[in-house]
């Protein structure tokens, strides 16, 4: 009788490690959070372990690992790496089938990612020229607020979101907060302003893929129930909540990790094509200045690359 067999996915983000373990079936074994810092060894460590005690499997029965995300190269013992643009989809649609949108907001970037039928990525747009719109915004403004960053949605749902926030970077943004705090607004009302105008951002990069429906948000922001609510009133359309959230990239990448190790994977040729045009779409931006672009970067994917779970490389420095 053939012994049972696990895969990993790793996924290595800008502030948590997230790990999880698929069985053969391709179904969710266990997973472990761990947020410890900036693309911390130590926190990567521990989510492995977590992940692996959850699902009650010894490290000696994982037949192949895959690693994602922010610091993906830095994960020990993964045998391949795939962007968190592939293994959101993958994830996503494994957790919530039939979506068709996925938003993804990390601690450093953004992201809305169309998906097809088959749950693979149809067309992109990102931002990761700044941090605006981003987990790390988000902590800008709880700091500036004097407020726990997982207090505060309810806080900003408990406020008028009238306000205006003509910053958008990070570097800035806490010296508006603190502006509109010195004219007397409420704690309330800037953090629901604030939560408003990175709602606008999001929409911006949804109408460089496309609206569809269903609509998942991924990332730690889609634990906060602000950000779920204002993206879901720009995009005038329902979210449909997760409970892990954070763990769809890590899914995505176990998922590929099984289609990998039952010999399902594409051409590596192929990948690499469609890295090398991507790399090259990259290139032909340029270096803008935050203070002075959208931060958004768009592709679609080249024909006939949509039948595979193919890697889209981001290449950068």
């Not at 994960?75 to 989809?89: L, N």
Request: with cysteine; hydrophobic share 45%; proline share 4%.
């Amino acid at each position: 009788m053939t012994r049972e067999w696990f895969v990993m996915g790793v996924d290595l983000g800008s502030t948590t490690a997230k790990a999880v373990v698929v069985d053969q079936d391709g179904a969710l074994r266990g997973a472990d959070v761990v947020q410890m810092g900036a693309v911390s060894p130590a926190a990567v460590a521990r989510a492995i372990a977590g992940a692996l005690a959850a699902a009650g499997v010894p490290d000696d029965r994982i037949g192949r690992t895959i690693s994602t995300g922010y610091g993906r190269k830095l994960v020990p013992g993964a045998d391949r790496s795939f962007t968190e643009i592939t293994c959101h989809a993958r994830g996503a649609a494994a957790l919530r089938p039939g979506v068709r949108l996925v938003i993804d907001i990390g601690g450093q970037d953004s992201k809305a990612i169309l998906v097809d039928e088959d749950g693979l990525v149809d067309r992109f747009a990102m931002n990761d020229r700044c941090a605006s719109g981003t987990g790390r915004f988000f902590d800008v403004l709880a700091r500036a607020l004097e407020v726990d960053i997982a207090a505060v949605g309810e806080l900003a749902l408990s406020g008028s979101g009238d306000l205006e926030v003509s910053s958008m970077c990070a570097t800035f943004a806490e010296t508006e907060v603190i502006s509109l705090l010195a004219q007397g607004r409420s704690k309330a009302d800037v953090a629901a302003s604030v939560h408003r105008a990175v709602a606008a951002r999001t929409l911006g990069l949804v109408a460089q893929v496309g609206r569809a429906s269903p609509v998942v948000m991924t990332g730690g922001v889609a634990k906060n129930p602000a950000a779920r609510h204002f993206v879901a009133r720009a995009l005038d359309r329902p979210l449909e909540f997760l409970d892990r959230p954070q763990i769809a990239g890590a899914y995505g990448a176990g998922l590929l990790a099984r289609d990998e190790y039952l010999g399902q994977a594409g051409s590596p040729v192929d990948r690499d094509a469609v890295a090398d045009e991507q790399a090259a779409a990259w290139a032909s931006t340029g270096n803008r200045d935050c203070l002075d672009c959208n931060g958004v970067l768009e592709h679609p994917l080249p024909p006939g690359a949509t039948a595979l779970p193919i890697e889209l490389s981001r290449h950068k420095g």
